[in-house]
């Protein structure tokens, strides 16, 4: 017996004849029991001991090699009846054939299978050895794994069609894969097969479900599973826990976890993560320490894991030194706790922490995953650190992660945010493959660089190469047609959007209504706005701004009450949109409550929300509210003073505008370019040329003599100021000149009376080949009236009609002013009539025109035909009428219209009017009338009333009230050199020549 057992082959085969052997384990029909082998081995051989151990040998051989033959004919008899574990085995000791009924094994590999088996294997048909239902569940489970999710369901399917029934491990591989993908409806199907199956009732099973309907966005279903569970295990409340936190109801997590422990389960580490993600989604810092003390007492606060989720916590709750610390806790953090630290610093703004987090981590030779690049990628973009990007830049090469589409894109995006457009752009072309997250960066890069129209041309090359667009995509296209007004190509990304089943998002459709609202398209807007089910404030606000930028602030103060009636809370954009709608309409009042609603919100430290105030004000004419705003407004930055200084020239106040910018100078506040602009504009209306002067060399110390609108406001300030000439200096030294510049240009020659060389300015800027728009025909068209340039008026006629631009109000009305001045009051009269619908605008127009051909009564008739057409006239309708009467000298009718104003129109009587009336009134011969209405003037007395007076003394020769009226003058307006000349005539016309002389060298000295 010593001997047998030192056989090479002899424990296998016991081994064979116990647990492998068909039929009985303790009796073969061709080996028999394991004692009648062994005693008949002995018996056989009377031979020497080396003779008698290899015949031993190879009759054991022998019988081994005849049972598996056996077994293989029984196999190749009929195959149907094993289990085929060749494509699922974790084991290679795992048989490869396992008989359903007598559980016989066998193996494909074995050295004593007959030299046939091989042969008829691969003859013989694929699927006639049918799977196990453990070896289905094994390669469903592999293929969920390799995210082959459609496959594993299909499989399950399949299974079940070859007559495999499924047990719970199968049904819940299957859920898992329904899980992955989000398939809702198959997940469904799947719950009804395992209740008619019976397996409802099992805690994995229901574990499985839960997942399945909470990663499905079906969380009442994912609840109705939960509570249908009687005795519920740890995997179960977790499956609950992590649904709730997907799905954003972390505060239903959260009272599951409390009852959890009322229930005395015992959490684990896949629990702590689950609450501590539900604590960071909703900011519940004080739940997530409370949280932390149970991780400590539980043990697991060295876990990474664990770790990581708590770090997170406090990053997102805004506890970075809590975060931090929970991180220094960790004796060995692996690479899953400095990703959540180091996006915690990106989090909370410590971008400068996260790199130099980074370059620790780096220093400890921690490897980095492309979570850590993305990361890390952001802190410099961040915070536009172009240098360190670089550096890491080598770093993701020599680590391999060049490839990585998602780290490739945070590299594109971190060189566009650094303001490298070029360079991410290169990057970007260098890439072999572009998926969509790295089109999306590049686009996303355009777009913030200003560069929108290369933004859409991306865009449509995206689309050539078939890449489906996503979210973030199309977000960053629709934000590309609202900066360049892109209206048509935004249709086009809503009608892509439709298609690909976006338009539910908030994002998006937050984006489309922002988007038709800054292209004026505000009826799309409000479509859009609408069809959502969820308005969030963003949404809210860009409707309201879009109202107030098309004209329509009374509807954006309507849709603000109805943003207040849902209780959706505002924000300083909000805040700002509905004050310069209350500053649109001079709706004092309203303002005045938004204000009261800005301080109880605690929105009165807000730079923008106090500029808004301080324009609202200074726009409703109430200048002393603004400035309390102002000056309670401690810390002020450059926007308010700003807002403070266009409030005050807004009101005609230049002199304090420029105070208060000498005030802002004294406090060593740096001024930007609107308040150069600003105060260009104070000192161009009260014609400060030396001041202005003083503010040029400032803005050329600061470098902002370059920019367009300042270098147009500095044109517009010479040329109201009288200096033509610096103003062309300005203008010429300017290399870049843009519409707006050549517009301030021309109107500057205007202004000085110099039609010809503005209309020279206009011939240029058509060889410059420089987009015209609106405001330069008008300037164009004021020229030619200037100088009565009929021929060039028509001209210009002719391209306003070429370029579509005759339906716009203001140059209508430029058209009719420019015939009229040029003498053609029928050709006026014809634009005029050529209009379907002629604005306010338009009308005053043509009754100035009439004006000014002496045809009062036309004008007359014109009035009252507008009052019953258009039912809206202005106090500039009203100077143009009462013109109108004065040069035909229709007194009764002027009196009648001028004591109507008020009573009949509701429009103030201002001092245009009166010296409308008084020059009237001269004109008629009524001095005395005229002189006493000028004392009764409610605004007080005016140059332009005086002069008006003065001119109608020296018609009819009226020289004692003359020479009263024009010391008037002078003594309100010592530099208007045409009272000096009508008072000189009028001494000379009554032959007091020393008294003309004096009042001669009067002119000269002042």
């Known amino acids: 017996m010593e001997a047998l057992m030192d056989l090479p082959d002899f424990g296998w085969m016991r081994r064979l004849g116990e647990s492998h052997l068909p039929c009985s384990a303790s009796r073969h029909p061709l080996l028999g029991s394991n004692s009648d082998r062994l005693s008949g081995v002995c018996r056989s051989f009377q031979r020497p001991k080396h003779l008698a151990l290899e015949f031993q040998k190879a009759q054991l051989y022998t019988g081994k090699e005849r049972v598996i033959e056996k077994l293989w004919q029984q196999f190749f008899f009929y195959p149907s009846q094993w289990w085929d574990h060749r494509f699922d085995k974790r084991n290679p000791n795992y048989p490869d054939f ?88 198959r997940g469904r199907l799947i719950h009804e097969q395992l209740i008619a199956e019976g397996f409802q009732s099992d805690v994995f099973v229901a574990s499985a479900l839960v997942d399945m309907y909470a990663k499905c966005g079906s969380i009442r279903d994912a609840e109705s599973v939960f509570m249908s569970i009687r005795h519920r295990d740890l995997v179960c409340w977790n499956a609950m826990i992590l649904g709730y936190v997907k799905c954003g109801v ?12 009322l229930e005395r389960v015992l959490p684990n580490t896949s629990t702590f993560v689950g609450v501590l993600n539900a604590c960071a989604s909703v900011g519940a810092l004080e739940e997530g320490r409370h949280v932390h003390a149970q991780i400590i007492q539980s043990g697991y606060e060295l876990n990474d894991y664990v770790g990581g989720g708590l770090v997170d916590m406090y990053a997102k709750c ?41 370059q620790q981590m780096h220093s400890r030779q921690v490897k980095p995953d492309h979570v850590t690049y993305l990361a890390v990628l952001n802190a410099c973009a961040s915070i536009g650190a172009l240098e360190d990007g670089r550096r890491i830049n080598l770093q993701i090469v020599e680590n391999g992660y060049e490839n990585d589409d998602f780290v490739t894109s945070c590299l594109v995006d971190m060189y566009a945010k650094c303001g490298r457009i070029e360079e991410a752009f290169r990057l970007f072309e260098k890439m072999e493959t572009h998926g969509v997250v790295c089109w999306t960066s590049m686009i996303v890069g355009y777009v913030k660089c200003g560069n929108a129209k290369r933004a859409l041309q991306l865009y449509k090359n995206m689309q050539l190469k078939r890449i489906k667009a996503d979210i973030v995509t199309f977000v960053a296209v629709v934000d590309a047609c609202a900066s360049v007004g892109a209206v048509e190509e935004g249709r086009c990304a809503h009608a892509e959007i439709i298609q690909c089943g976006y338009e539910s998002d908030h994002v998006v459709g937050t984006a489309l209504v922002d988007m038709y609202a800054k292209c004026g398209s505000i009826e799309d807007a409000c479509r859009a706005f609408s069809s959502m089910e969820t308005r969030g404030v963003i949404c809210w606000t860009a409707l309201i701004v879009g109202y107030v930028k098309s004209g ?24 700002v949109g509905v004050l310069n709608a209350c500053a649109s309409l001079a709706a004092l009042e309203e303002g005045r409550d938004i204000h009261k609603q800005i301080t109880e919100r605690g929105y009165e430290s807000d730079d923008f929300v106090m500029s808004a105030l301080i324009d609202m004000y200074a726009k409703c004419g109430s200048i002393a509210e603004a400035c309390i705003v102002f000056d309670n407004h401690h810390t002020r930055s450059v926007v308010c003073w700003t807002s403070m200084i266009m409030g005050y020239v807004k009101c005609g106040c230049g002199e304090k505008a420029l105070q208060v910018y000498r005030q802002m100078e004294f406090e060593q506040v740096k001024p930007d ?20 002067k003083r503010i040029h060399r400032a803005i050329i110390q600061s470098g902002c003599q370059s920019d367009d609108f300042v270098g147009s406001a500095l044109v517009d300030m010479y040329a109201k100021c009288g200096s033509i000439e610096d103003a062309s200096n300005v203008f010429d030294s300017m290399h870049n000149r843009s519409t707006v510049c050549w517009n301030t240009m021309i109107a500057g020659f205007v202004k000085c009376g110099l039609g010809q060389k503005a209309l020279e300015s206009y011939g240029k800027m058509q060889l410059e080949l420089v987009e015209r728009d609106s405001v330069t025909f008008m300037a164009g068209l004021n020229a030619c009236a200037n100088v009565a340039a009929l021929v060039e008026g028509r001209r210009i006629h002719s391209e306003i009609l070429k370029i579509g631009l005759e339906s716009d109000d203001f140059v209508c009305s430029s058209l009719v002013d420019m015939y009229a001045k040029c003498g053609s009051i ?53 100077v143009c009428l009462l013109s109108a009467c004065s040069h035909a000298s229709l007194v ?115």
């Open 673 to 692: 370019t609107l308040t150069f602009v600003g105060v260009l504009n104070a000192c161009a209306s009260i014609k400060v040329l030396e001041e202005g």
């Open 250 to 261: 972390s505060e239903k997590a959260l009272q599951l976890y409390r009852q959890m422990q």
């Open 552 to 575: 329509n602030g009374e509807k954006a103060l309507e849709l603000y009450r109805l943003m207040r009636m849902e209780q959706v809370e505002s924000n300083t954009v909000t805040f």
């Open 826 to 878: 029928d050709e006026a009269h014809r634009v005029f009539s050529s209009m379907h619908s002629p604005t306010l605008a338009c009308w005053t127009a043509m009754i100035g025109a009439y004006a000014m051909h002496g045809q009062g009564e036309d004008a007359i008739l014109l009035f009252v035909r507008m009052t019953q057409e258009c039912r809206e006239v202005n106090d500039i309708t009203f």
């Open 98 to 185: 396992k008989h359903k009924h007598t559980k016989d094994v066998l193996w494909v590999d074995r050295r004593s299978n007959p030299h046939w088996v091989q042969t008829k294997l691969s003859s013989l048909a694929e699927g006639v050895v049918p799977r196990s239902v453990f070896s289905w569940n094994s390669i469903i489970g592999q293929h969920t794994k390799n995210g082959h999710y459609k496959k594993a369901v299909e499989l399950f399917e399949q299974m079940q069609l070859k007559g495999v029934k499924p047990d719970k491990f199968t049904f819940a591989r299957a859920l898992n894969a329904c899980a992955r993908m989000v398939g809702l409806e």
């Open 892 to 1006: 009764d009718e002027g009196q009648y219209y001028y004591e109507s104003m008020d009573s009949i129109y509701g429009v103030a009587r201002l001092a245009e009017h009166c010296a409308c009336m008084v020059d009237l009134l001269g004109r008629s011969g009524l001095l005395d009338e005229a002189e006493g209405m000028i004392y009764r003037m409610p605004s007080g007395h005016s140059v332009t009333s005086w002069s008006a007076l003065l001119g109608a003394c020296r018609i009819h020769g009226n020289s004692e009230m003359g020479q009263r009226v024009a010391e008037k003058v002078i003594e309100l307006d010592p530099e208007n050199a045409s009272a000096y000349v009508l008072l000189s005539n009028i001494y000379a016309a009554a032959g007091k020549s020393e008294r003309r002389e004096a009042v001669h060298k009067m002119r000269i000295r002042r």
């Open 318 to 358: 805004g506890s970075i030194e809590e975060a931090f610390n929970a991180f220094n806790n960790m004796p060995t953090p692996d690479v899953v706790c400095w990703n959540a630290m180091i996006m915690g610093f990106v989090k909370c703004g410590f971008s400068q922490r996260a790199i130099e987090l980074y």
